[in-house]
């Protein structure tokens, strides 16, 4: 399914950081687990998907503004101190060095200020012309899974070499929900991991129920204004009724942004190292030579 593929890079380098020991480290001792990971990870892509373009998503901002301001919770449990999101010590001086390599190899390594990656790829999304490869470990990105594109999630939630393809019907499988339906669903149950309370008392039963019911939360919402009884139990009701003031903000923390301002970059797929010698070096200093090769020799035409 060649077009482009659109990768959630920190849940990717945070997958190789928990997966590879690490005890993989560069000659001076210093870990560089996730970077070789990260490595072999799009190496293996590339191999097995043949994308035509291709762009490494990054957290420009990880909590952004305009989601706090929406609901103070948010990731507020991920907080270290100030702003800084609570990452390894270890995992924290490869991320830059993440950055370089995919610089220099030449692969489009893009984050907008004020945004988090997932609305980087939301953005790519909405503006791709064709075929589209979400690689990512979150589900909150299954709302951008769309058949008619396609657009379809390689979730790694069992690894890299073996993806589990999200496409309308697996998530109508996995939660008993219409295929474009993911974030009003997520809405209305919460995701305690990102400290989105849900509506209270509505699980995943109740929100798969309501959702398929009406189609989408404002259908609902228009119910029970309109005094809509009919496969509307008044318990739920009730429990959305309460749930008017969260509710009203949530959608805006829930769903990925359509129009984040992404800069004018290639994103082509790169058949050689942008930056030859940069990349020599990063490779002696942190010991990626074996790694690179792998990628190097997927890339090459």
């Known amino acids: 399914m060649p077009g482009l593929m659109l990768l959630d890079t920190p849940s990717l380098y945070f997958r190789a950081f928990y997966g590879i020991p690490e005890s993989m480290t560069a000659p001076d001792g210093m870990p560089v687990n996730a970077v070789r990971g990260l490595i072999d990870m799009i ?48 995992l924290v001086p490869q991320v830059p060095v993440i950055e370089q390599v995919l610089d220099a190899v030449g692969i489009a390594r893009v ?4 945004y988090e990656a997932d609305d980087v790829i939301g953005t790519y999304t909405a503006r791709a012309a064709g ?17 008619d594109q ?29 295929g474009r339906a993911y974030a009003d669903f997520a809405t209305l149950r919460g995701d305690p991991s990102d400290g989105l309370p849900g509506v209270p008392g509505v699980g995943d039963k109740t929100a798969a129920a309501l959702v398929t019911r009406f189609g ?7 119910a029970i204004d309109e005094g809509v009884t009919d496969g509307f139990p008044a318990g739920s009701r009730l429990k959305l009724g309460k ?25 082509a797929r790169p058949s050689a190292p942008r930056d030859p010698e940069r990349l020599v070096a990063l490779a002696d200093r942190y010991g990626l030579d074996n790694p690179l090769n792998r990628l190097l020799a997927t890339l090459a035409p």
């Open 150 to 178: 396609p657009c379809r999630v390689l979730y790694t939630i069992k690894g890299i070499r073996n993806l589990q393809v999200i496409d309308e019907a697996e998530v109508s499988a996995k939660y008993g929900i219409p």
């Open 243 to 267: 749930a008017r003031d969260y509710l009203a903000v949530a959608p805006a923390v829930v769903k990925v942004a359509h129009d984040a301002p992404l800069p004018e970059v290639s994103i």
């Open 131 to 147: 075929e589209v490869e979400i690689v990512t470990g979150d589900r909150d990105l299954f709302q951008l899974v769309n058949d």
């Open 216 to 222: 989408s939360l404002d259908a609902m919402l228009k």
């Open 43 to 90: 190496a293996t892509l590339v191999r097995g998907h043949s994308p035509d373009e291709i762009v490494a998503c990054m957290d420009a901002d990880w909590r952004p503004a305009f989601r706090v301001a929406a609901i103070p919770s948010y990731k507020a449990h991920r907080v270290a101190t100030g702003h800084q999101e609570e990452v390894p010590d270890t």
């Open 111 to 114: 984050g907008v200020p004020g």
